[in-house]
């Protein structure tokens, strides 16, 4: 036992030692270089979305054509044919910008209200309670559902659409800011409360923007769930509302058995959701959460 | 003979867990004089970091009193400027150089022109002048330590509290970290409150030793280390003080070597 320790120990000292010169690394190349072209051209997140698009419509209209019903399903050209028409003659414009009018109208609201709520919660422990049940009640509750109650209250009409898109931002939104706001780290908070920040000045410059990664998920989903409640509230009264919107327009044209039109219909929502997705909250997103390294 | 700049006297402090109350200090005494590197030395659950957070004022103590130039401490304030150990205290939405000026525009203790001027020479002073405009994300831990302190001393408070600042780094990093410190307190003299837990460190950094004992933090003793620095390391005054220390704080257990 012993004598194997001393043995380890000799060899330990037999073992010589090293310094060396570096080599000149000048053969590698730059230790840093910029990637070629077609490498960043195929890792453009737009470059990819555009050929999984082509992908998507290649398919729909060799299937369309195979099918060759324009009743039941119309093809992709077809389709945008009918899209620029409608455009062109203005009736897509009015009704897309009626909805879009409502839909701000409710988004911004319930933001406000999500704020105001998230602040009064963040005060105190019962204000937290109060608001993850409200939350608990009422974030589960389709708007849809509530549409005939706000038809009774309000009427036909653009109150009662914004009553239910508050409904449909204002839960999620507040949700996601109290989550947010919750797992703001200690030592950020207390690194705030150093230099004196308190109530309102302590909510706006340390907890929002540091909670912001969590404010913009929720701001996200706010939107999505605002867009669909809309198009489905108007789907359900648009028959009777005197200047529609989108969902007013499809649903006047499944009336009329124009299946195009309803498919154009369509493609304006998606269209409308992709480019606020992908051109505002990524600008939002690029400016901001990407920029401070809270997001990936 | 130097002023005494901060008083703690007779001070325990208690915090709520969801099912106990906790003693993490019991009548700790002493006293910060101006200029002082002051270290608070002590194995984990000694309390040290409670100590500072009371400093600071997140916490009121249950008994005795903690003044700053004769004031009582009620709150958090800018006059004692906290440095964590965690990266996480720089805000990540704000670069280098607005994370330095924040609590000077806060706080408007600076006019406009002085609070930019103070802001780039602090930066400056750390040696991230070319990082200036980076936000803290793309810092290395050294880095984002160094934008911490820089922005603590900008400021100008009373007194720096330091709550282990460099237990998160490297061991070589740390090092040069140590180096910066003592070389920046050369140049300005402020006052600092440093807590740690390496003996090693405690010696280099601090002028003033204050060991504690744990389960509750007490007061064992407190040693002048005024002497040793970088250049002493090697020699055998430190070995002795290290081993001085170490038997405060564990006794007569013999040194495992």
């Known amino acids: 036992m012993n004598s194997e320790h001393q043995n380890a120990n000799l060899r330990e000292e037999q073992r010589p030692e090293f310094e060396y010169e570096l080599h000149d690394s000048g053969a590698i190349g730059d230790i840093e270089r910029p990637l070629s072209f077609v490498e960043r051209v195929l890792n453009n997140e737009a470059f990819q979305r555009f050929m999984i698009l082509s992908v998507l419509i290649a398919i729909w209209e060799l299937y369309a054509r195979w099918l060759n019903n324009s009743l039941l399903f119309p093809t992709f050209t077809e389709t945008v044919q009918t899209f620029t028409h409608d455009l062109r003659n203005g009736v897509l414009i009015n009704r897309m910008i009626t909805s879009l009018v409502t839909l701000a109208l409710g988004y911004v609201c319930g933001l406000a209200l999500a704020g105001l709520l998230t602040t009064f919660a963040v005060a105190s422990n019962i204000g937290t309670r109060i608001l993850s049940t409200f939350t608990a009640m009422f974030n589960p509750l389709p708007a849809i559902a509530l549409l005939p109650l706000a038809l009774i209250w309000f009427g036909l009409g653009t109150p009662s659409l914004v009553f239910v898109i508050i409904h449909s931002v204002l839960w999620a939104v507040a949700l996601n800011t109290l989550i947010g706001f919750r797992s703001v780290p200690e030592t950020l908070r207390m690194s705030g409360r150093n230099v004196g920040l308190k109530g309102a000045r302590y909510v706006g410059l340390i907890l929002i923007p540091a909670a912001f990664p969590s404010i913009l998920a929720g701001l996200k989903i706010g939107w999505a769930f605002a867009w669909r409640t809309l198009v489905a509230a108007e789907l359900v009264f648009g028959v009777s509302a005197r200047s529609g919107g989108i969902g007013w327009y499809i649903f006047e044209a499944r009336n009329d058995l124009d299946t195009p039109t309803v498919f154009s219909g369509l493609l304006t929502v998606i269209l409308i959701g992709l480019v606020v997705e992908s051109v505002v909250f990524r600008a939002i997103e690029a400016r901001t959460v990407n920029l401070w390294g809270m997001q990936r | ?257």
């Not at chain 2, 709150?75 to 000077?104: C, H, S």
């Not at chain 2, 706080?107 to 406009?112: E, I, L, P, Q, Y």
């Not at chain 2, 922005?151 to 140590?178: G, K, N, S, V, W």
């Open chain 2, 1 to 257: 003979m130097t002023s005494v700049l901060l008083e703690v006297n007779g001070v325990t402090l208690q915090y709520k867990m969801p099912r106990h109350l906790v003693t993490a200090t019991y009548k700790v005494d002493f006293a910060v004089h101006e200029g002082d590197r002051y270290v608070i030395l002590g194995p984990s659950g000694c309390g040290k970091s409670t100590i500072l957070k009371a400093v600071g004022g997140f916490m009121a103590p249950v008994e005795g009193s903690i003044r700053i130039r004769g004031r009582e401490v009620e709150a958090p304030g800018p006059d004692r400027m906290m440095v964590f150990q965690e990266f996480e205290q720089l805000m990540p939405w704000k670069t280098v150089y607005q994370n330095v000026i924040f609590p000077m525009k806060v706080t408007r203790k600076f006019a406009h022109n002085e609070a930019v001027t103070r802001a780039n020479a602090a930066i400056e002073k750390v040696k991230l002048t070319k990082f200036r405009d980076v936000y803290p994300h793309m810092l290395s831990g050294g880095m984002k330590m160094r934008v911490a302190i820089a922005r603590a001393m900008a400021l100008e408070p009373d007194i720096l509290l330091m709550d282990e600042p460099f237990a998160a780094l490297d061991a070589l990093t740390r090092r040069t970290m140590q180096q910066e410190l003592l070389s920046l307190w050369d140049q300005l003299r402020f006052t600092v409150l440093f807590v740690t837990h390496s003996i090693e460190e405690a010696i280099l950094v601090g002028s003033r030793i204050l060991v504690l004992s744990p389960h509750p933090g007490r007061v064992r003793a407190e040693l002048d280390a005024g002497a040793f620095n970088f250049n002493n390391i090697d020699q055998s005054e430190f070995g002795a003080m290290s081993k001085r220390i170490h038997t405060l704080l564990f006794g007569d257990e013999r040194v495992s070597a």
